[in-house]
């Protein structure tokens, strides 16, 4: 087999989309809410859509004079906000979505590492006093979701010359398929190497290896996923909890690239220059 046909998503790496996310206990307030939607001037020049995301009600089971099983409502109550810039064919490139649990940054067009970082880090300078200012972040989490389309005929498709054989992420039978299969696995790590900024926490780890077809050919679709929860949460009155979300993210992006280490083989790794992401 020659990995000629394994086609990352894009020239220089196999990326579809990053997401960074924060998240706390309980649900932020209507007035918090709020005042996260008159951000959207501030946003405009990141975010030139922003869209009030309304509360959506589904009963279980009919109502009185209903026929329908299933009732869904939409509450006019705000439930979150999402801000949005969209790319040049209007796909969507970049979403900030703020929610009552949590605030989370999607990138559909990523580039280099640390350009992406400054900028997220930019968006939630601006958000995070608000959400501050009622709920301490518990929680930090960073996912990639990675793809590479197999352009030949999946006989020819050799896993071992992707995958690492003796990977601690792969049951060894997937060497063996002929048709679709998927992987996934997860487990928590007591405490990232080296301790992230001297902030104390616990990561769980879902690494999640799929083959979906599609059209007439075949996708692997590579999903690494790190949610650190913090022992102490990170407040307003810290003063360096944007310097605080800095640091675990590199140390969780650092992670995913030791991960990917040991899924893949050499040959993948430097198809995506995977030591320069």
């Known amino acids: 087999m020659s990995l000629e046909y394994l086609i990352p998503i894009t ?16 649900e932020l307030t209507d007035q918090a809410l709020t005042d996260i939607q008159k951000l959207a001037p501030e946003l405009k020049s990141h975010f030139p859509v922003a869209t009030p995301q309304r509360v959506v009600n589904i009963s279980i089971g009919p109502k009185l004079n209903s026929t329908l099983p299933n009732q869904q409502e939409v509450d006019d109550q705000l439930g979150g906000m999402m801000f949005l810039r969209t790319g040049k ?19 559909n067009e990523y580039d280099r590492w640390s350009q992406t970082l400054d900028a997220v880090i930019r968006y939630l300078k601006i958000v995070l006093p608000v959400i501050l200012k009622e709920k301490p972040i518990s929680i930090i989490a960073l996912q990639y979701i990675d793809i590479f389309t197999w352009k030949d005929d999946q006989a020819n498709l050799n896993l071992r010359e992707i995958f ?18 998927h992987c996934h696995n997860g487990h928590v790590i007591q405490q990232l190497d080296p301790l992230v900024d001297h902030l104390e926490g616990v990561c769980l780890d879902n690494i999640n290896v799929n083959t979906v077809a ?9 999903t690494t996923a790190h949610k650190f929860t913090l022992k102490n949460p990170l407040r307003l009155a810290s003063k360096t909890y944007l310097q605080s979300i800095k ?23 430097n198809m995506i220059h995977l030591t320069n992401i």
């Open 11 to 26: 020239q220089s790496h196999a990326i579809q989309s990053v997401v960074f996310a924060l998240e706390w206990q309980g």
């Open 89 to 107: 064919f209007g796909n969507v490139a970049c979403q900030l979505n703020v929610s009552r649990t949590n605030c989370v940054v999607v990138i």
């Open 164 to 181: 690492l054989e003796n990977s601690p992420y792969l049951a060894p039978n997937v060497f063996d398929q002929k048709g679709l299969w």
């Open 214 to 222: 599609d059209q007439d050919d075949l996708k692997i679709q590579i």
């Open 247 to 269: 640091a675990v993210q590199n140390a969780l992006h650092d992670h995913n690239k030791d991960t990917l280490r040991q899924l893949l083989t050499d040959e993948v790794r």
